[in-house]
């Protein structure tokens, strides 16, 4: 099993690409079995869930091809499949995306539950109470959900009880292809699903509102082909501008996008961080070298995301000062607490939604292990300013997220190789 070995103590300085977002290419990959014609998506990082998603598509029997600078053609003009089997869903939780599109293209899927993961128990009922506002039959069976609509979805008012992503999704792309007007209440207003409605919409849906917390669709009797470029990964450019704030670095990030991550570049100049942006680039230098401790309390966007609460806690670990952490989003999202205390840092949890951080000078290597996606790239944060070399086991699950870490590492001259 791969592990990442890095020896802290640099401060990260250069410039960096960030790569597309993983959040929107998922879905946007699963939108692409409501058209009958190919659609190209330009901009797709090259991640394991990414790999997931198209072996998903690819078993559903939709032709997939992958050219030399890495978009990807789907044409899904028949599919052989409606089943999504429980080998592939409960490896990535984003491949239960592919029901909405199913049902209102074909009139029936079977997918298998996700179940719970790592950061939380992540129930889907809300994707499924949309599908039968929207006129589906459908049945929880033996793991799986079985939808049905022979005659087609019909568009209506649907009201989510909270805001959740995925949930939107799949009721916005399941909507595309229903008779009539659908509006979706208490949406979620991430910038990935902004980037799905404009999709959705090169594709000729009629999806408008995507970005405010009711989104109107007028169904259409089929979507065409096209070619549609991702937005940049948010997450990606945020771990980036933290990992060089905590270490007192400067860093340069292009084909980045500030709009997205007003929150996050907020905490950071209170931190201590100089930022200055324009439309593709985002740049930040640390002022004076430690960080001020800062506190944070994550909420659907647009505010601090909870993808980028473990690197901040990193971050906050060895600031001046005591800071409170909150994740209102997961119930079980604190797994690197732990870790990080291993390396010498001074963190209280205070049940399953807060952390009190105390701020040390320093941190110290030690054998760490990752325990999901975020909490791993949390952890190359704090080894990358712990003294000594820290080894970093159970890295597969950064490669879910994070494209090429270690060498966009190295290019900010980060000591970071992968072993054995
Ligand atoms: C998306 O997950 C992201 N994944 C997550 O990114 C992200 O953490 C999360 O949104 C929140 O921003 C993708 O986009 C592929 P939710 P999703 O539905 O859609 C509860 C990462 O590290 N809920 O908004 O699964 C749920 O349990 C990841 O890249 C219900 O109760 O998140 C959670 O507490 C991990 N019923 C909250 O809502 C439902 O039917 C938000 O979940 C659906 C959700």
């Known amino acids: 099993m791969d592990k990442l070995s890095i020896t802290g103590g640099q401060s990260l300085s250069g410039r960096l690409r960030v790569s597309g977002a993983k959040n929107s290419t998922l879905p946007i990959l699963a939108g692409t079995l409501l058209a ?45 499949q409606l089943r999504a089997p429980y080998e592939l869903v409960k490896t990535m939780r984003a491949s239960f995306l592919v029901l909405g599109p199913m049902v209102a293209r074909y009139g029936q899927a079977e997918v298998s539950l996700p179940g719970g993961c790592a950061i939380g128990s992540r129930p889907v009922d809300q994707h499924l109470k949309g599908l039968e506002a929207l006129g589906a039959k459908v049945v929880v069976e033996d793991g799986y959900v079985k939808a049905e609509a022979p005659n087609g979805l019909t568009g209506t008012d649907v009201y989510m009880d909270l805001v959740t992503v995925g949930g939107t999704e799949n009721l916005m792309m399941a909507a595309c292809l ?85 929150a996050v570049l907020e905490k950071l100049q209170m931190a201590g961080a100089e930022i200055s942006s324009d439309d593709d680039h985002i740049s930040l230098r640390m002022s004076n070298t430690r960080p001020q401790a800062v506190d944070i309390e994550t909420s659907p966007y647009p505010g601090f995301p909870t993808d980028m609460q473990a ?23 604190f797994m690197h607490v732990q870790e990080m205390n291993r390396l010498g840092a001074n963190i209280e949890l205070h049940g399953h939604s807060m952390a009190v951080v105390h701020g040390v000078q320093n941190l110290r290597a030690a054998p760490v292990m990752a325990t999901d996606l975020r909490a791993s790239s949390s952890l190359v944060i704090a080894a990358l300013v712990a003294e000594g070399t820290t080894v970093i086991d159970r890295i597969y699950h950064i490669d879910r997220g994070y494209e090429t870490i270690e060498e966009k590492l190295q290019q900010l001259g980060g000591s970071v190789q992968r072993v054995r």
């Open 178 to 262: 229903a008779s009539g007007e659908t509006r979706l209440h208490n949406c979620a207003r991430e910038p990935e699903i902004v980037d799905l409605g404009d999709f959705l919409n090169t594709l000729g849906a009629q999806v408008s509102g995507h970005g405010t917390s009711t989104i109107t669709i007028v169904g259409v009797s089929e979507l065409k082909g096209g070619h549609y470029r991702v937005m940049p990964d948010r997450v990606e450019a945020g771990t980036y501008l933290i990992a060089a704030a905590a270490t007192g670095g400067e860093v340069f990030l292009t084909g980045a996008d500030p709009h997205t991550l007003g």
């Open 36 to 80: 009958k014609e190919p659609v190209l998506v330009g901009n797709a990082p090259h991640l394991q869930d990414v790999t997931t998603m198209i072996e998903l598509l690819g078993h559903l029997g939709a032709d997939v091809v992958i050219d030399e600078k890495l978009n990807v053609e789907v044409s899904a003009k028949d599919l052989c």
């Open 311 to 333: 690197q901040f806690m990193a971050m906050n670990a060895v600031a001046d000062g005591t800071s409170t952490i909150r994740e209102n989003i997961f119930e079980n999202r």
